[in-house]
């Protein structure tokens, strides 16, 4: 069972969001909020395993909640940030502070099921193209050299390459013919040499340090 929080100013959002949720026999939302300087007293209390977290709210907006959460809670939800643009700032920004994945409001059921299902499960990047073209605008005037300081093996090198462009864990081990808990255990080691949170955050750390380019 995957519990799910949603954080939106909005409630008819959140009740359309609900009903779509808890007719999933394996998702069940635990509580809603309606600003995000309530959420992280109800990740404190209620535990969820995904944060639906609208990008902007009117007193505290879904990057600083999201900045908030990850870096108060020892183990902190996955947070997917819902927009009503795709290439917004304000994606990029949350995707940065820590989230793992966006969703468009204007997202049909069976789309904001996979995503959640998706970023829930963290074998693969949500919406790759999509990071990739925000990559591309925002990421591109902050070059590092985090990827190079990490000393990545030659193969997590590829294993990262591959994350970027979409792959999951089942894609990518097939590609290197290895096995998954092959390619799992080079994600895992690849994340920690970063810093990273998860696969979004590595990847974004990829882009913005140049070792992967948007095409």
């Known amino acids: ?36 300087a309530e959420v992280l007293p109800m990740v404190r209390a209620l535990r969820p395993d995904v944060v639906l977290m609208d990008v902007r709210m009117p007193a505290v907006d879904g990057i600083q909640a999201t900045r908030t959460i990850l870096g108060a809670v020892p183990e902190p939800p996955r947070i997917l940030v819902i927009t009503t643009f795709e290439n917004d700032d304000y994606v990029y920004e949350a995707l940065r502070a820590g989230a793992s994945g966006f969703l468009l409001k204007r997202a049909r059921p069976p789309e904001i099921l996979q995503a959640i299902r998706t970023v829930a499960l963290s074998d693969s990047l949500l919406f790759p193209a999509a990071i990739r073209e925000l990559a591309a605008r925002h990421g591109a005037g ?54 990273a949170r998860d696969r979004t955050q590595a990847v974004i750390t990829a882009y913005e340090s140049g070792f992967v380019r948007p095409a």
């Open 1 to 36: 069972m995957t519990d799910i929080l949603i954080a939106d100013d909005e409630p008819l959002i959140r009740t359309g969001l609900r009903a779509i949720i808890d007719a999933e026999p394996d998702f069940t939302v635990v509580g809603e909020a309606a600003d995000g």
């Open 142 to 195: 902050r070059p590092t050299d985090r990827v190079r300081r990490a000393r990545l093996t030659e193969r997590e090198e590829q294993v990262l390459t591959l994350m970027a462009r979409g792959l999951s864990n089942a894609e990518i081990a097939a590609d290197l013919v290895v096995s998954v808990e092959t390619v799992k255990t080079h994600v895992g080691n690849l994340l920690a040499k970063l810093g």
